[in-house]
Each structure stands twice: as structure tokens, then as C-alpha cells.
């Protein structure tokens, strides 16, 4: 996205790496623990009104939604690890591979086998990510 971007390319002073760029870091105890909380918290209200959406809205929702609380984690936690990737976080991968896990399960018991294995990928890219990063990370620790 734009902001990632332009967040990347122009670091505050002190955040930058040898390529002048945003240096991939770690995310505090207490940021994760309020992200991971709040994750919880919005899933949770996602997931009420996703498993009711097929009542408030019958002329567009015939059925209930077959997984809503597993869906709305899948939505809330891309959003989480996408802010913490705008910040290059290393734990941005974590969440990534979450997210694809939960999805390529939703996908296969879907039956929606295509999108299943392209999930399937996208877990062996997080993974490779989160791999990397760590790695690069560990140059900056002290």
C-alpha cells in the first residue's frame, strides 16, 4: 500500500538501515499485547454480526455464514499484520501466516480447492518472511 511505501522509503531518524530505508525491527511486549487483545475484541464483533448478517439481511444473506468467526479473524488479523508490515515488524510475518493457515483451511473445507492451495503458498511465503526478517532484524540487536 501507499503509506507502507512511502513509510519504507522515508524513516525517521535512527530507524533507517544501510540502504537508507525503514530497518526491519521487533514489535514491544506491550504494542502486541494490546494488538493481540484488540485483534480478539474486533473479531469477536465481527464474528456476532457475520453469524447474523443472514437475519438483518435476508434478501442479500439466504444462509448463515458458514464459518464467521474464522472468517472475521482471517479479515482482522491481515488488517493487524498489515499495519505491523507498514512498520517492518518481524511479528508482521506471524500474523500473515496465521491468517493464511485459517484461510487455507476455510478454503479446503469450503471446497474451494484452488484458493485452498493458493492459501497453501501463501503460508510457505510467511514462513519464508518471517524467516528472513528475523534475520535481518538480528543485524539491529544490540
Request: aromatic letters at 18%.
Amino acid at each position: 500500500n501507499l503509506m507502507g511505501w512511502w513509510r519504507w522509503l522515508h524513516p525517521s531518524p535512527g530507524e533507517e538501515d544501510q540502504k537508507k530505508e525503514l530497518r526491519v525491527t521487533r514489535t514491544n511486549a506491550k504494542t502486541l499485547f494490546w494488538l493481540g487483545l484488540t485483534t480478539l475484541v474486533v473479531t469477536a464483533c465481527f464474528g456476532l454480526v457475520a453469524s447474523k448478517l443472514h437475519t438483518l439481511l435476508p434478501a442479500v444473506f439466504s444462509l448463515p455464514s458458514a464459518f464467521p468467526f474464522l472468517d472475521s479473524f482471517v479479515t482482522v488479523i491481515s488488517i493487524a499484520a498489515t499495519w505491523l508490515m507498514v512498520q517492518k515488524r518481524v511479528e508482521c510475518w506471524a500474523a500473515w501466516l496465521m491468517a493464511d493457515v485459517i484461510a487455507t483451511y476455510l478454503y479446503f473445507a469450503k471446497g474451494i480447492m484452488f484458493v485452498g492451495i493458493e492459501y497453501f503458498i501463501f503460508c510457505l511465503i510467511a514462513a519464508f518472511g518471517w524467516w528472513n526478517w528475523h534475520q535481518e532484524a538480528r543485524k539491529y540487536t544490540v
